[in-house]
């Protein structure tokens, strides 16, 4: 039975891949030009002939009707797909992790859910430095949703209001940094705090405090290779809350047995 569910849970995760890379980049920064989805880092990307109508005004060679059809400049897509394939793949491990370490239980599709949420919004942080907050709220809807429900099916209330509890106080704590520093933190990260605060209260304290412990190990160690790499005082802190988040998940109930209970 846990392999058939891991099975269909990394299936899952790798058909959504595909879908999170597309939405993902949907996203860019008010103002900026529409990013080339095929492009990586913005470098030039190999390009394809493709036929089509010419541009309005465009130069014509010869005598040509307006019928006519003329080459136009598409982006090949080899970088793209092995983008979406690099999403794919790290959405799989990430649901396929959840089944083994959660197994068949309600609450799993909640956190399949937040996994596919988590790498959406570390790839657009990662490409534009923005965590959208449309993304962040339809994901808070459907991971709260998802846990309601695992909730009702366990006739067990306490964890949903666990989880109010650890989403509010990670969002007035991330809220305090921001708006003591806003330069340092974006607002989108307090928004993102919230969502992994209440997926992780669900499963109790021991979850939230050491996901957030490792969310900021894994941004302090992210921090100092940007600044020694490139020099700057600014990185994205999203993909370091999300490996945080997901450490959380699959370790968390278990390490805090472990430390509550050590014999």
């Known amino acids: 039975m846990t392999?058939?569910?891991?099975?269909?849970?990394?299936?899952?995760?790798?058909?959504?891949g595909p879908l999170l890379d597309l939405v993902a980049r949907q996203v860019r920064r008010p103002g900026a030009a529409p990013v080339d989805q095929f492009a990586v880092d913005g470098a030039a990307s190999p390009t394809l002939a493709v036929a089509g109508p010419p541009p309005a005004g465009?130069?014509?060679?010869?005598?040509?009707s307006p019928g006519d059809?003329?080459?136009?400049?598409?982006?090949?897509?080899?970088?793209?797909?092995?983008?979406?394939?690099?999403?794919?793949?790290?959405?799989a491990a990430a649901c396929a992790l959840a089944a083994v370490r959660l197994g068949a239980v309600p609450q799993l599709a909640a956190y399949c859910v937040l996994a596919g949420a988590l790498v959406v919004v570390s790839v657009t942080d990662?490409?534009?430095?923005?965590?959208?907050?449309?993304?962040?709220?339809?994901?808070?809807?459907a991971v709260g949703a998802a846990l309601l429900a695992a909730s009702a099916t366990d006739h067990a209330w306490r964890p949903m209001v666990d989880?109010?509890?650890?989403?509010a106080i990670a969002f007035v704590l991330f809220g305090v940094v921001w708006w003591i520093s806003p330069k340092a933190m974006g607002f989108g990260d307090v928004r993102l705090a919230g969502l992994c605060g209440g997926a992780l209260g669900w499963l109790g304290f021991a979850a939230l405090y050491l996901g957030f412990l490792a969310a900021f190990v894994a941004g302090a160690l992210f921090g100092v290779?940007?600044?020694?790499t490139r020099g700057r005082r600014r990185f994205p802190f999203a993909p370091a809350l999300a490996l945080g988040t997901m450490f959380?998940?699959?370790?968390?109930?278990?390490?805090g047995g472990v430390w509550l209970h050590p014999r």
Do not use: D, F, H, M
């Open 225 to 228: 290779a940007v600044l020694s």
């Open 126 to 141: 990662l490409r534009t430095g923005l965590v959208p907050r449309r993304i962040v709220y339809v994901a808070v809807a």
């Open 58 to 64: 465009a130069p014509t060679a010869g005598a040509r």
């Open 69 to 91: 059809a003329t080459t136009t400049v598409v982006p090949a897509g080899a970088p793209a797909v092995l983008e979406a394939g690099a999403v794919a793949l790290v959405t």
């Open 3 to 16: 392999a058939w569910v891991v099975a269909v849970c990394g299936a899952g995760g790798a058909a959504a």
């Open 248 to 255: 959380g998940v699959l370790w968390g109930p278990w390490l």
């Open 163 to 167: 989880a109010l509890g650890g989403g």
